[in-house]
C-alpha cells in the first residue's frame, strides 16, 4: 500500500526557503510510470499545482512558480522534496505531497480526483 506523508517547519519567514519533505512507503520512487507531486491549497482557494517529479527524474513545474521552484529526490532512502525560494505571505498553504501513475503536468488547478494518492498535507505560514 503505497502511503505518503509531507512534512516542513509550520512557520517560515518571508525571503526565506519553504522544504517540504515527502515520505514515500510501499512504492519505489523510481518505478516506471508513476510520478510524483506538490500541490498546495491557500486559505480560502482551491489546489494548485505546485511541480513535480517523475519516474526517471525529470522535473516540471508550474509556470508562476518556476523561478522559485525546484523537486529533487533521493532514490536510496525515498523521499522527495521542494524548496520554494524567495516566500511571500501569498504561498502560506497547505502543501501536499500526491502521486499519480499518469499524471497530467500542464493541469496547474487539480481536482483531488486527479491523482491516485494523496498524503495527508502540512500547513505551513509564512510571517512577514
Known amino acids: 500500500q503505497l502511503q505518503l506523508q509531507a512534512s516542513c517547519p509550520g512557520l517560515v519567514k518571508t525571503t526565506q526557503t519553504l522544504s517540504p519533505i515527502c515520505t514515500v512507503s510501499g512504492f519505489s520512487i523510481t518505478t516506471r510510470y508513476n510520478a510524483w507531486s506538490w500541490i498546495r491549497q491557500p486559505p480560502g482557494r482551491g489546489l494548485e499545482w505546485v511541480g513535480g517529479?517523475?519516474?526517471?527524474?525529470?522535473?516540471y513545474y508550474s509556470p508562476s512558480l518556476r523561478s522559485r521552484t525546484s523537486i529533487s529526490r533521493d532514490t536510496t532512502t525515498n523521499p522527495f522534496s521542494l524548496q520554494l525560494s524567495s516566500v511571500t505571505p501569498e504561498d502560506t498553504a497547505i502543501y501536499y505531497c500526491?502521486?499519480?501513475?499518469?499524471?497530467?503536468?500542464?493541469?496547474?488547478?487539480?481536482?483531488?480526483?486527479?491523482?491516485?494518492?494523496w498524503g495527508q498535507g502540512t500547513q505551513v505560514t509564512v510571517s512577514s
Open positions: 517529479i517523475a519516474y526517471d527524474g525529470s522535473t
Open positions: 500526491a502521486a499519480d501513475s499518469s499524471p497530467i503536468w500542464s493541469n496547474e488547478k487539480p481536482a483531488e480526483h486527479d491523482y491516485d494518492y
